[in-house]
């Protein structure tokens, strides 16, 4: 089954610097990769997502990568905001109905 | 306003006794699911449902029953809860490959 790893589990930037987590799945026919924000005392929430006919996607202030052939995706945040500080989460899945997600990462972004 | 509530929200009780964890959504949603959250393992999904009357299993479905009786509610039934149970518990309903929309947790302890 499918296998989702994620890193760094701690990222810790200077406000307005960016932040990059990366993720790696197993199965290649996994076709749909979601990341979610979770904050302190909530359930996730999504921030973006990508499908696999697509290499990247950009909202505002943050964008996804996907490369199929090594099998990862980075989510990417530039000009980080106190406010971005939360644990983010990525997922994979083929059948969307049987989400994998990754272990988490911790952002902490300094004023 | 939509959403997916969860009932109760902390909840502490003793090994064997049964419990109920409920869940309700207002967005019409076919896709319901219930995950697991544990400190360095992420979200891991216990049961999910892709209709009235259908489920399946998850990664983690030991120790947990589900039902889909309704098409907004989805309990999860812990029949004789044990201490390994002890978690944060999200359900969660969405589309197929569509934003899936969190409830704000249940932390449970089992003593």
């Known amino acids: 089954g499918e296998n989702v790893e994620q890193h760094p589990s701690t990222l810790s930037v200077q406000e307005g610097d960016s932040a990059v987590i990366k993720c790696t799945y197993s199965?290649?026919?996994?076709?749909?990769f979601p990341w979610y924000k979770q904050e302190l005392g909530k359930g996730p929430q999504l921030i973006i997502d990508?499908?696999?006919?697509?290499g990247e996607k950009k909202d505002q202030r943050i964008a996804v990568t996907l490369n199929k052939t090594a099998k990862h995706f980075s989510l990417h945040i530039t000009e980080t905001q106190p406010e971005d500080s939360a644990v983010y989460f990525c997922?994979?899945?083929?059948?969307?109905?049987?989400?994998?997600f990754g272990s988490g990462t911790r952002l902490l972004v300094r004023p | 306003e939509a959403q997916v509530t969860q009932n109760p929200r902390y909840l502490i009780t003793v090994t064997g006794k049964k419990l109920t964890v409920t869940c309700s959504q207002n967005?019409?949603?076919?896709?319901m699911s219930w995950y697991r959250q544990d400190p360095g393992l992420g979200l891991r999904q216990i049961y999910y449902?892709?209709?009235?009357?259908?489920?399946d299993k998850g990664d983690v479905p030991e120790g947990y029953k589900v039902s889909r009786k309704e098409k907004r509610n989805f309990p999860l039934i812990l029949e004789s809860p044990s201490p390994n149970q002890t978690s944060l518990y999200f359900c969660?309903?969405?589309?197929?490959?569509?934003?899936?929309?969190f409830g704000p947790g249940t932390r449970l302890l089992v003593l």
């Open positions: 969660a309903s969405g589309g197929y490959q569509e934003t899936q929309y």
């Open positions: 199965d290649s026919a996994s076709n749909y």
């Open positions: 990508i499908r696999s006919n697509v």
């Open positions: 997922a994979a899945t083929r059948s969307s109905y049987k989400l994998i």
């Open positions: 967005m019409n949603h076919e896709y």
């Open positions: 449902s892709m209709n009235v009357e259908v489920t």
